[in-house]
């Protein structure tokens, strides 16, 4: 046996991307609530408030809201012992400065996780994936500003009190390192709420304006840490970090230095969630660049006090980086034209990477500098899905991809000894693509009849992919 006895067998989804129903009992719109559909080389616009005649996919998504009561009888038809999906903040602070809490907001999770504890499915709850509130954006800046913190932790305690006897497993935010991954657009806006405008749109502006939020997040996620733990000691709260391997182009020198350099860019996060500090290659980053980031002696205890119990990450592809703009010897920024193509993997409909190895050696990575438990939170394959006449609907390539991945996970438990806690594959009923804000590049298990356009009946339907994951359930991954 392999896998842990108790081990979670899940599926994650996000609240914004399927639940819809984004304006309802009390419900405050949110940062991805002004997001427009993107598509192929189309960019999700972000707007100043909802305009009308705009295409906002996750207004409706998959109605979750409504019709969670179905979808959850189908969770536990196919085998699921938890669900990992997140609290929309504002459903329960609308603007995310209110001293008091939406009741009916409080109430409809209330609900959602009776359902789940009713078949035996755990919920496993992110904080804040991709759902800030608008108004802290228009208000305060986003996590540019410190108040957040106290308007975060204030959200955070309302959920924790009130879900204590109900939700063991929480994460505070999801894929925290993105935002400072290239400083794209897209990840700065879902991730803190920051969008770039006049003398702040430079390099040197977007980076520190990053840093700073990311402070102020992390400070954030200690303080719940440990109130958490005060508020039930049976918690278990642990960070999200994406995690796609990382490989450097050649031997060469310099492209090994560059690696471990981009790699540095994101594991810092995790760094300060585990250990509760800075690593020291940061604060020569914020030295060097004059950054002066409000960091108080108090934020360092808060953050020495909040470490977390256990790392979830999300894994789809891996990247692979090379020196080839002259960033030897600083090796100082590390951009988007620094990932190379990688000749010997195939690539996804979406041209990601696919990497099961990668996986095992993510696991390994992050297992050996922490050496705390690991629970891969996301991890699937975005792919256009076809309905056959009879209803059927054949997804071999995802089977495919599962089934490595999760063979790759069990030889890192059981040739390399890591410590993984449970497996929640993304996106296992059909919802809104993060990236893209497209129905089409389908995750799911099961089926939802929706298009890009919004048209659809919301019609759920299991592909073949759910009586195989039911299979790898069953048998605690011994047979994949
Ligand atoms: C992660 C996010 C998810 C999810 C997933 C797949 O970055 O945490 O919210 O969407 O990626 O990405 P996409 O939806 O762009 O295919």
């Given at each position: 046996m392999s896998l842990r006895k108790d081990f979670l067998w899940g599926g994650a989804v996000a609240a914004h991307q399927l639940e819809g129903a984004w304006n309802v009992n009390g419900k405050g719109i949110s940062v991805s609530d002004v997001l427009t559909a993107g598509g192929v080389g189309v960019e999700r616009e972000i707007t100043n408030g909802v305009i009308p005649g705009k295409n906002y996919p996750n207004h409706e998504a998959i109605d979750f809201y409504h019709l969670y009561k179905e979808d959850i009888a189908l969770f536990h038809e196919l085998g699921l012992n938890c669900f990992r999906t997140s609290i929309a903040w504002t459903r329960i602070f609308p603007n995310g400065d209110e001293l008091e809490a939406?009741?009916?907001?409080?109430?409809?999770?209330?609900?959602?996780?009776d359902e789940c504890l009713k078949y035996g499915i755990e919920p496993v709850i992110t904080l804040s994936h991709f759902e800030i509130p608008y108004h802290l954006v228009t208000e305060y800046g986003g996590w540019r500003d410190r108040r957040l913190i106290d308007f975060f932790s204030r959200y955070a305690k309302a959920v924790m009190t009130r879900y204590k006897d109900k939700v063991k497993y929480w994460m505070t935010f999801n894929e925290i390192d993105n935002q400072s991954n290239y400083f794209r657009t897209y990840s700065t806006w879902v991730n803190s709420g920051l969008k770039f405008e006049g003398e702040e749109d430079t390099k040197l502006g977007r980076e520190r304006a990053s840093y700073q939020a990311s402070h102020y997040e992390l400070v954030a996620s200690a303080k719940v840490v440990e109130l958490g733990h005060q508020i039930n000691p049976d918690f278990k709260i642990g960070c999200m970090i994406s995690f796609p391997s990382l490989y450097s182009k050649s031997c060469k020198p310099e492209d090994m230095m560059m690696q471990m350099v981009a790699n540095q860019r994101r594991y810092w996060y995790s760094d300060v969630?585990?250990?509760?500090?800075?690593?020291?290659?940061?604060?020569?980053?914020?030295?060097?660049?004059?950054?002066?980031?409000?960091?108080?002696?108090?934020?360092?205890?808060?953050?020495?006090?909040?470490?977390?119990?256990?790392?979830?990450?999300?894994?789809?592809?891996?990247?692979?980086?090379?020196?080839?703009?002259?960033?030897?010897?600083?090796?100082?920024?590390?951009?988007?034209?620094?990932?190379?193509?990688?000749?010997?993997?195939?690539?996804?409909?979406?041209?990601?990477?696919?990497?099961?190895?990668?996986?095992?050696?993510?696991?390994?990575?992050?297992?050996?500098?922490?050496?705390?438990?690991?629970?891969?939170?996301?991890?699937?394959?975005?792919?256009?899905?076809?309905?056959?006449?009879?209803?059927?609907?054949?997804?071999?390539?995802?089977?495919?991809?599962?089934?490595?991945?999760?063979?790759?996970?069990?030889?890192?438990?059981?040739?390399?000894?890591?410590?993984?806690?449970?497996?929640?594959?993304?996106?296992?009923?059909?919802?809104?693509?993060?990236?893209?804000?497209?129905?089409?590049?389908?995750?799911?298990?099961?089926?939802?009849?929706?298009?890009?356009?919004?048209?659809?009946?919301?019609?759920?339907?299991?592909?073949?992919?759910?009586?195989?994951?039911?299979?790898?359930?069953?048998?605690?991954?011994?047979?994949?």
């Open positions: 939406n009741e009916a907001g409080l109430q409809f999770y209330d609900d959602l996780f969630h585990v250990r509760g500090h800075y690593p020291n290659f940061i604060k020569k980053l914020f030295e060097r660049r004059n950054f002066n980031l409000d960091i108080t002696i108090e934020d360092l205890a808060q953050l020495e006090r909040g470490k977390v119990d256990y790392v979830g990450f999300s894994y789809y592809k891996s990247f692979v980086v090379a020196d080839e703009h002259g960033k030897s010897p600083e090796f100082d920024y590390v951009e988007t034209q620094d990932i190379v193509d990688n000749p010997y993997l195939d690539v996804s409909d979406w041209g990601w990477p696919v990497d099961p190895l990668g996986l095992r050696w993510a696991l390994n990575w992050l297992y050996e500098r922490y050496e705390i438990p690991l629970f891969i939170v996301e991890n699937g394959l975005g792919a256009e899905d076809k309905v056959e006449a009879d209803g059927t609907i054949h997804d071999p390539y995802r089977i495919d991809y599962l089934r490595k991945h999760i063979a790759a996970m069990k030889d890192a438990v059981d040739i390399d000894g890591v410590d993984v806690i449970g497996y929640t594959p993304w996106g296992f009923i059909d919802l809104v693509s993060a990236g893209t804000g497209e129905m089409k590049k389908r995750y799911g298990f099961i089926y939802v009849d929706k298009d890009n356009d919004g048209s659809g009946t919301l019609k759920r339907s299991k592909k073949d992919s759910f009586a195989w994951y039911h299979h790898v359930i069953d048998t605690n991954g011994e047979e994949i």
